[in-house]
């Protein structure tokens, strides 16, 4: 069953594991680290194997989840300049000059590169 489970975090870039009441995050790379020492089926697996990320459906998420917060003006005049990848998110610090105001606009990539969901949190003027 515990090999199962490794196997199963390992496949995935981001994985959430509840155990005795603490809830901790791994990534693959920190998977892919430890296990092998205990589950020599992993060996093989390299912590570099990650996709390639889709920018313009990144970008389009990341424009859709914000057009969702701020009307269409709004999201046409935002700077979404920089941005910077975590794991298998890409999070776009959002300049909003009509109200004056830093966004934070997180998008969670897929296996496949493209952008399964986006969420935006208001971070101050």
């Not at 005795?20 to 089926?41: A, H, N, Q």
């Not at 300049?81 to 975590?86: L, M």
């Not at 934070?104 to 590169?113: E, F, I, L, Q, S």
Request: charged share 30%.
């Amino acid at each position: 069953m515990v090999k199962k489970a490794v196997h199963s975090i390992a496949e995935r870039d981001v994985s959430v594991l509840q155990a005795f009441g603490v809830r901790m995050e791994f990534t693959r790379g920190d998977m892919l680290k430890v296990c092998p020492k205990f589950i020599t089926s992993l060996a093989g697996f390299s912590p570099k194997q990650t996709t390639t990320i889709n920018k313009d459906s990144v970008l389009q998420a990341a424009r859709q989840a914000y057009a969702r917060e701020y009307d269409e003006e709004t999201t046409e005049t935002a700077d979404f300049g920089s941005y910077e990848v975590k794991g298998n998110k890409v999070e776009f610090e959002v300049f909003n000059p009509e109200d004056r105001a830093y966004d934070k606009v997180t998008v969670t990539v897929g296996a496949d590169g493209n952008a399964t969901g986006a969420s935006v949190e208001f971070i101050g003027k």
